[in-house]
């Protein structure tokens, strides 16, 4: 209900061809935060089974009110595989910066490490400018997050009060990034959520993303939506897609 994973059904889905777990924290598309007694089950389980851990965590300082835990903090002995990057937190996403780091207290990981820092070498770096500038901006304050996070805010609470209030639609509120994954009581009306969103589409001209494309097992019969724009945008967005739906109903 609160988009944490189910531990219980991660531990009965590894086999013998699993090979890491990939945890995506804060989550995209969920908007989610997983809590701590959530991320040490991940890692207990990592650890019964030899797997490292490929933590995703691109949006670790957009969010609302409970912190990011970083995998790295808990994870023990545990290996990690990060990802992080600029385009989001710094708002540079054109520039494509990225990069990685390897919690690795027992050396497991050494032969991959290494093997990126041979590909590293080859000379398919980014431009220098785009460098130099990610590094100033990981080096940063983070002050122009909290002007960033106030806007986000406005728009992450105007687009879940006006989803909320629209007929069969329903949503959890975002605990970070600018995305929020509502569901659809479809009822007969559409197949499938890919159906629904095609049809809103053609309809009012709004876009929404079909939740299956992130899994079927869990996004089937939800659709994601960004909240990036300005408020009048969102608001008329909903007031589309309310009318949309009223005519369906």
């Known amino acids: 209900d609160d988009w944490n994973p189910d531990t219980d059904d991660l531990r009965k889905k590894i086999t013998d061809k699993s090979v890491a777990i990939l945890v995506i924290n804060p989550n995209n598309p969920t908007g989610s935060v997983y809590n701590e007694k959530t991320l040490k089950e991940i890692v207990d389980i990592a ?14 300082q957009l969010t609302y009110d409970e912190k990011q835990i970083s ?14 990057g600029v385009s989001k937190v710094y708002l540079a996403p ?6 990685t780091y ?3 207290t027992n050396g497991e990981l050494d032969p991959l490490y290494d093997a990126m820092m041979r590909q590293s070498r080859v000379r398919i770096c980014l431009n220098t400018t785009a460098q130099i500038a990610s590094i100033a901006a990981l080096q940063s304050d983070g002050s122009h997050l909290i002007e960033t996070m106030s806007r986000m805010r406005t728009r992450r609470d105007l687009i879940y009060k006006r989803l909320n209030e629209i007929d069969s639609i329903s949503t959890k509120l975002p605990e970070a990034a600018f995305y929020i994954m509502p569901k659809i009581d479809l009822r007969g009306r559409w197949t499938n959520d890919t159906e629904f969103v095609k049809d809103v589409l053609k309809e009012t001209g709004v876009v929404f993303v079909p939740g299956s494309g992130f899994g079927e097992e869990h996004g089937a019969g939800h659709f994601r939506s960004v909240f990036l724009p300005p408020p009048e945008m969102i608001d008329e967005a909903m007031n589309r897609l309310e009318g949309f739906m009223t005519k369906h109903r």
Request: proline share 5%.
């Open 47 to 60: 650890g019964e089974f030899g797997l490292p851990i490929i933590s995703d965590e691109i949006y670790d």
């Open 71 to 84: 995998m790295v903090r808990i994870a023990g002995d545990v290996p990690v595989i990060g990802f992080n």
């Open 94 to 99: 054109g520039w494509r910066v990225g990069y």
């Open 102 to 104: 390897f919690h690795d």
